[in-house]
């Protein structure tokens, strides 16, 4: 791994988190505060029911938590970001890295976005070509019999895995070929034209493939979602679209299957996030574990909030600052922070690029609730470096990991901000 910067108190790496313990000695990390990915990527199949995603995903964290075992102190708290969908992989991939899950911290927030599927809308878009796609793969699986072959060797010649069992299915999942696929595929099943009836049927599904049905064409439009009209009008004034397009378009249902499930959707709207608060096994009591190593306990007066003279216990919720308004009477008991300003993000870099940087007052209070004084903080997934920002104006060490280099450049550059703040040679 690469040293990019080392000053008295900070150090940070490019390259691969899972390497962690190569370049830092055993037990000298008192508390690892990190937002790894969230690994939607490798998840895709996971939503198909195949939990290779999942299983791939646990174990790769499971695998950095342990080299991140070895160099944090008995007792050391981690505390691991997690999206609230997923965050029972986090907390698994940490008790198989052999750290103890302690508790969640939710992090309340009021500015996500639901990603959710309009079932009303699925409904009008539906299209039922099934009967189609049947006759040209039963067309297949017959000229398939007369030569003689295999699925198994159709695959083979086209180097797939079960692709020919979905081109002659005649039950689940059938599938019509790819038209990139027909030549090759003629020749290998020995026919010299494909039947008419059936290249017209196939044509039409490849040229149909993800429109959506007649039904989807009827739906009266209305107008524009508020949100999206800005966008469009911005569109139409530059001419480059003058009607809205069918995601931002405010319609009503064509069908009555689609008018009884409208206002049905498939999730909620995002408003929390979790931190596994985790720690490594103690050795003795809490008592010894923390009068030789210094770790193993929370700062509970260091994260106190005050209201109205009263110091109130750290809780395991916390608000950003969207969710905060809402609960004015309520939130003065909890520990709050506004989402990162403009000059937060990009103070120190022009322009902060990374897609996920946290705000630095949330990362302050985590950082201070796991760090004994003067202890050392370590980011295994540092991005722009926000954790490091945080770690400092504690007045603790920082070590950080990052794989992009663009990322820790950002880094670098926002926690030399930060480090001038701290001296006192540029303002806040
Ligand atoms: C969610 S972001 C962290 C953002 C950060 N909290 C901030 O405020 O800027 C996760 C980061 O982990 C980095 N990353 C992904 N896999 C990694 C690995 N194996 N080792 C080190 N860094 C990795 C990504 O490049 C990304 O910048």
């Given at each position: ?13 490019q390259?691969d988190?899972a ?8 037990s ?28 791939q995903w ?7 938590m342990?080299?991140?075992l070895?160099v944090?102190k008995?007792?050391?708290?981690a505390l ?23 508790d ?33 793969t039963r067309?297949?699986?017959?000229a398939?019999n007369?030569?003689?072959l ?10 797939f895995n ?14 019509v ?5 027909w ?12 039947p008419?009836?059936i ?17 989807w064409?009827?739906r ?37 299957a ?12 995002p ?9 490594k ?9 923390v009068?030789v190593?210094?770790t ?6 260091g994260?106190?909030s005050?209201?109205?003279?009263k ?7 916390t ?13 003065p ?24 940087v946290?705000?630095v007052g ?8 796991v ?7 370590l ?22 990991i ?27």
């Amino acid at each position: 791994m690469k040293t990019e910067l080392l000053t008295e108190r900070v150090a940070l790496f490019q390259g691969d988190a899972a390497q962690v313990a190569q370049v830092l000695a055993p037990s000298s990390i008192d508390a690892i505060v990190t937002d790894p990915p969230a690994g939607i990527g490798l998840m895709d199949k996971e939503w198909d029911g195949d939990r290779g995603g999942r299983e791939q995903w646990v174990a790769w964290l499971a695998g950095v938590m342990r080299e991140a075992l070895h160099v944090l102190k008995p007792g050391g708290h981690a505390l691991v970001w997690a999206l609230p969908r997923t965050s029972h992989w986090t907390a698994t991939a940490l008790e198989d890295a052999g750290f103890e899950v302690r508790d969640i911290v939710m992090h309340l927030f009021g500015t996500g976005f639901p990603k959710s599927l309009d079932v009303s809308k699925a409904i009008d878009k539906q299209k039922d070509n099934r009967e189609a796609v049947l006759a040209v793969t039963r067309w297949i699986a017959e000229a398939r019999n007369r030569a003689g072959l295999t699925n198994a060797q159709i695959d083979a010649f086209f180097g797939f895995n079960g692709m020919a069992g979905h081109w002659t299915s005649q039950g689940a999942q059938p599938h019509v070929p790819h038209e990139d696929y027909w030549p090759a595929l003629l020749e290998l099943l020995g026919v010299n034209e494909l039947p008419e009836a059936i290249r017209s049927l196939a044509e039409g599904l490849i040229s149909d493939k993800g429109k959506p049905g007649p039904d989807w064409f009827r739906r009266p439009v209305t107008g524009t979602h508020k949100e999206a009209a800005a966008g469009q009008r911005w569109l139409a004034n530059n001419g480059l679209r003058s009607t809205p397009a069918p995601s931002s378009r405010r319609d009503i249902p064509a069908t009555d299957a689609a008018r009884q499930w409208q206002g049905w959707g498939t999730a909620l709207k995002p408003a929390a996030e979790h931190w596994i608060l985790a720690r490594k096994p103690l050795v003795g009591t809490v008592a010894k574990n923390v009068l030789v190593h210094r770790t193993g306990a929370l700062n509970i007066d260091g994260c106190r909030s005050s209201t109205e003279g009263k110091e109130r216990w750290p809780s395991h919720v916390t608000f950003g600052e969207e969710a905060a308004t809402h609960l004015s009477a309520e939130v003065p008991r909890f520990f709050y922070v506004a989402k990162p300003s403009r000059a937060e993000r990009h103070a120190g870099v022009g322009h902060n690029f990374h897609p996920t940087v946290k705000p630095v007052g949330l990362m302050r209070w985590l950082c201070r609730l796991v760090t004994p004084p003067g202890g050392t903080v370590l980011d295994l997934f540092t991005g722009s470096g926000t954790t490091g920002i945080a770690a400092l104006a504690e007045g603790f060490e920082f070590v950080g990991i990052e794989r992009e280099p663009e990322y820790l450049a950002l880094a670098r550059a926002r926690i030399e901000h930060a480090l001038k703040q701290v001296r006192g040679e540029v303002t806040p």
